[in-house]
């Protein structure tokens, strides 16, 4: 059974994790396997190219120990190249990478997201997380909504959008940790943030404010300003 796939940006290769404990890059001309990764007989969660197709990044988890690791991988021999040092019984739900591949985003069960240097592993700070009462209730949602726990580079990876469950959506530099600004008035929930080529804009999908527990969900795509952190349009 397959978990999931991510296409290369080129085109050329699929990646695929799947319930055998294979991650496997294919020629998406032939569908034939390239090469096969070494999980360990871990259980694949998550698998993707970096966004220059050199790296495949991963989460794999020991079905009897439950503890996951976060690794980095050379696309083209397959060899693994670093592994992340996440705390014990927390979940990596996804991760990217940086342009030039030298920094890594996390986002974990434990509400937080994580900035890392590929080169050494090394955690250089964590970037954002949930509040701990709010962890440990509901969200908005009425579940705990993990998939709002995102986050995204700029293209020259000065830049980082955020978002926890608890907080308002930010834009830091990636660098400092300052924030730049601060996304208000429109979502309190942001979903897959993506920047524009030059940076000057990025969208988010997301959940508009002013939620109760008695209030219908309503959904907003919108399009921000980098710099100003004003709405574009929505």
């Known amino acids: 059974e397959f978990f999931g796939c991510d296409l290369s940006s080129g085109g050329d290769r699929l990646l ?3 319930s055998d404990y294979r991650i496997r890059i294919h020629e998406t001309r032939t569908g034939k396997t390239i090469i096969s ?8 969660l998550f698998a993707s190219f970096s966004p220059n197709d050199k790296k495949i990044i991963t989460v794999t988890c020991d079905s009897i120990t439950r503890q996951c690791r976060l690794e980095y991988w050379d696309a083209g021999n397959g060899k693994r190249e670093q592994t992340f040092d996440t705390p014990p019984g927390v979940i990596t739900l ?8 030298k920094m890594l985003l996390s986002m974990s069960s434990d509400g937080k997201i994580r900035l890392w240097e590929t080169a ?5 700070r964590v970037v954002t997380e949930t509040d701990k009462i709010f962890m440990e209730g509901k969200s908005m949602l009425g ?20 978002s926890s469950l608890s907080n308002i959506p930010v834009v830091q530099e990636t660098g400092s940790g300052k ?3 601060t996304l208000e008035g429109i979502s309190i929930l942001m979903y897959h943030p993506r920047y524009s080529p030059d940076g000057n804009f990025f969208a ?10 008695d209030s219908k969900l309503s959904g907003v795509a919108n399009v921000w300003d980098t710099r100003s952190g004003k709405l574009a349009f929505s």
């Open 16 to 18: 695929s994790f799947a």
């Open 143 to 162: 579940k705990e909504d993990f998939s709002s726990i995102t986050a995204a580079f700029s293209g020259d990876a000065r830049y980082i959008a955020a």
């Open 179 to 181: 924030t730049v600004t």
């Open 204 to 213: 988010t999908a997301g959940l508009k404010n002013n939620l109760r527990a």
């Open 37 to 44: 990764l070494d999980t360990e007989q871990r259980l694949p």
């Open 120 to 124: 050494t592993g090394k955690l250089l």
């Open 94 to 101: 996804s991760a990217i990478a940086s342009a030039d591949g």
